[in-house]
């Protein structure tokens, strides 16, 4: 018997409950949500499958898991706000805003190089436990310590776990606030979405657990020369998905890894980035600082991903050759596992995909491929 798919949509965009349903049946997906906005209004809500392995309790609208890196694009979006009121300048020295940082050749790195995993610091020297993850002074101290891999600001190298640090102690510099604190109080808040950088214990009971796949034995790494930039990034700190089952993980503050959401609030959060700063009769951005993230900043090979990416500010963009959506002004970003948001400026929409059961690969996971799919059949519909 088919599972059944909870929430509404679109006539349009039915498709996408069946793909998702189907998903399930199929065991590809065992918890699923996805969600997208046009014109900040939510025309695809939709979530089912289960939380827990032994499929006994369902996926219910509340529910929340861990999105790893989707959680950048809110860190992204923290950054933007402070440039937009005039607080903070990509362009600038890191070092400006974290005087510590100018350690060891780092004087003239720039804040669009932490945007867009050009700084050179996408691993650590200094071995790192995975409670160390959650001790934020020990990282940031770290990270200001060390000398980059690379010169910074030639190439993109994939900031796994430490980008969010990095923005993160910017912020905070700023702000005074941690980046959840600032995020929950300038953006979730406003917007009225359910996404954490830092859980609440409150919401525990309503996180469902990550499932890895069995053959990763729930680590994140990658094959290759042991001195390469790509395996040192993956190699410390090292990233287990099992992690994100703690209490102390979900409680700490690691904005490039452990936000927590479902596809409704991250779909609602980036509506605002997709109708040039405004959603919901919240503006928070400039339709100026809205439209810069689609400026490309760097391209080309990125030296961890070993994949071509072309980032605007943080994001990355759309990439013609393989298309996320027909329109040109698109950026996204996804978590390992499997969820994604899509930010279509032209169509004025956003889509996300967030799930608990995680996808092998890092990157083309073929579940949101398809749901992307449907969702611009019914938009061109």
């Not at 060390?146 to 910074?152: H, N, R, V, Y």
């Not at 072309?310 to 970003?333: D, E, I, K």
């Not at 967030?354 to 611009?376: C, E, H, I, W």
Request: hydrophobic share 40%; glycine share 10%.
């Amino acid at each position: 018997m088919s599972v059944e798919i909870q929430g509404h949509c679109d006539p349009r965009f039915a498709p996408i409950r069946t793909l998702l349903a189907s998903s399930v049946d199929a065991g590809d997906d065992l918890g699923v949500s996805f969600a997208a906005t046009i014109d900040g209004e939510l025309v695809v809500d939709l979530w089912g499958g289960y939380k827990d392995e032994a499929k006994q309790v369902p996926w219910e609208t509340d529910t929340i898991t861990n999105v790893y890196s989707t959680t950048k694009t809110m860190s992204f979006l923290c950054a933007l706000v402070l440039a937009d009121r005039g607080e903070l300048d990509f362009d600038a020295p890191v070092a400006r805003y974290w005087p510590e940082f100018a350690q060891n050749g780092k004087a003239d790195v720039k804040v669009w190089h932490l945007m867009n995993h050009a700084a050179g610091l996408s691993g650590l020297d200094t071995p790192v436990t995975n409670a160390d993850l959650c001790d934020w002074d020990k990282i940031t101290g770290l990270l200001a310590a060390q000398k980059p891999w690379w010169e910074p600001g030639s190439a993109s190298g994939y900031h796994a776990l430490t980008q969010g640090f990095l923005i993160g102690e910017v912020v905070r510099r700023i702000t005074g606030q941690t980046l959840g604190t600032f995020f929950q109080q300038e953006i979730a808040g406003p917007l009225q979405a359910d996404f954490f950088i830092g859980v609440p214990d409150s919401e525990f009971p309503r996180i469902s657990n990550l499932v890895p796949p069995a053959a990763a034995g729930g680590n994140l790494a990658v094959p290759g020369d042991p001195n390469s930039i790509a395996v040192r990034t993956f190699r410390n700190p090292v990233a287990n998905a099992l992690d994100s089952r703690t209490d102390a993980w979900r409680r700490a503050e690691i904005p490039a890894a452990n936000g927590h959401g479902n596809a409704r609030s991250v779909a609602k959060i980036q509506a605002m980035l997709a109708c040039g700063g405004e959603s919901q009769g919240v503006r928070l951005l400039s339709e100026e600082t809205a439209a810069s993230v689609m400026r490309e900043r760097i391209s080309g090979m990125d030296l961890v991903l070993g994949t071509p990416i072309a980032y605007g500010l943080g994001f990355g963009l759309n990439n013609p050759r393989a298309p996320l959506a027909p329109n040109p002004n698109v950026c996204y970003w996804g978590g390992w596992g499997g969820s994604v948001i899509v930010i279509d400026q032209d169509a004025r929409s956003s889509c996300a995909f967030v799930m608990n059961k995680m996808y092998q690969g890092l990157m083309g996971d073929p579940r949101s491929g398809a749901l992307l799919q449907a969702f611009y059949a019914g938009l061109a519909s």
